[in-house]
């Protein structure tokens, strides 16, 4: 059974720009749940994915956008790149959406 | 809306030794889950342990207990018998068990060290 992977592990883009972000969930499961943490702070949740649909937003603008596909992957999107969208992206999933969730190991966002 | 509050940031434990880190939240509801999550410099969140809030019985998983307390919102972990493994960064999570979507609301951390 393989664990929650994201990809890449790290980037750095300029302000402005667009980037993805990658997860692929738990062997199994079919829920997807993204969170941003910034720099010495808890996560903060973005997004909830279960069965391909949005399950659930938290308190972040349209541009932050997200894809789940027939296996369960799983895409966030940020447009129009700002300095504060610099954080540690989390991506967690779960059998369902109210079963507990395990997080992959993150990817590092620097925005310049 | 739910909170949750870690009003220790950094905590030092001694090896062998035991310590306890402190949580409180605040909700509405009667229906939820807690967790303790352990961030390690990798950045991986583990999940160490979780506690149902209709169930009396505190959580145990090894070396790590918790003392939940509903009426008083309390919901501390215990380490017992600390290992230098156990240094990271720990955030307490609550999770509501209705509505449409089962996000985690976290607390702001507390870093916890191990010394010799």
């Not at chain 1, 738990?26 to 949005?54: C, D, K, M």
């Not at chain 2, 068990?97 to 060290?113: D, E, I, V």
Request: aromatic fraction near 12%; hydrophobic fraction near 30%.
């Amino acid at each position: 059974e393989t664990g929650v992977t994201q990809s890449p592990t790290h980037l750095i883009k300029t302000r402005g720009q667009q980037v993805t972000l990658r997860c692929s969930s738990q062997s199994g499961h079919n829920t997807v749940s993204w969170y941003q943490q910034a720099l010495g702070q808890g996560p903060q949740f973005i997004f909830q994915y279960y069965r391909e649909e949005e399950n659930g937003r938290g308190n972040f603008p349209p541009r932050f956008s997200g894809l789940q596909f027939p296996n369960y992957s799983s895409e966030l999107n940020v447009n129009a790149l700002e300095l504060d969208d610099s954080a540690l992206y989390l991506c967690a999933s779960s059998l369902g959406g109210f079963e507990t969730q395990y997080f992959g190991p993150g990817t590092r966002l620097l925005v310049l | 809306a739910q909170t949750v509050t870690q009003s220790q940031p950094e905590m030092s434990v001694q090896e062998a030794e035991t310590v306890t880190l402190s949580c409180t939240y605040d909700t509405s509801e009667s229906d939820y889950y807690l967790f303790w999550y352990k961030q390690p410099p990798s950045r991986q969140m583990i999940l160490v342990i979780r506690q149902e809030a209709y169930k009396q019985q505190n959580a145990t998983e090894n070396r790590f207990s918790v003392n939940f307390q509903k009426a008083a919102k309390s919901f501390s972990l215990k380490i017992s018998d600390s290992q230098l493994g156990d240094a990271a960064m720990y955030f307490c999570a609550y999770r509501e068990n209705t509505g449409t979507a089962s996000k985690l609301t976290f607390g702001t951390g507390t870093r916890l060290q191990v010394t010799l």
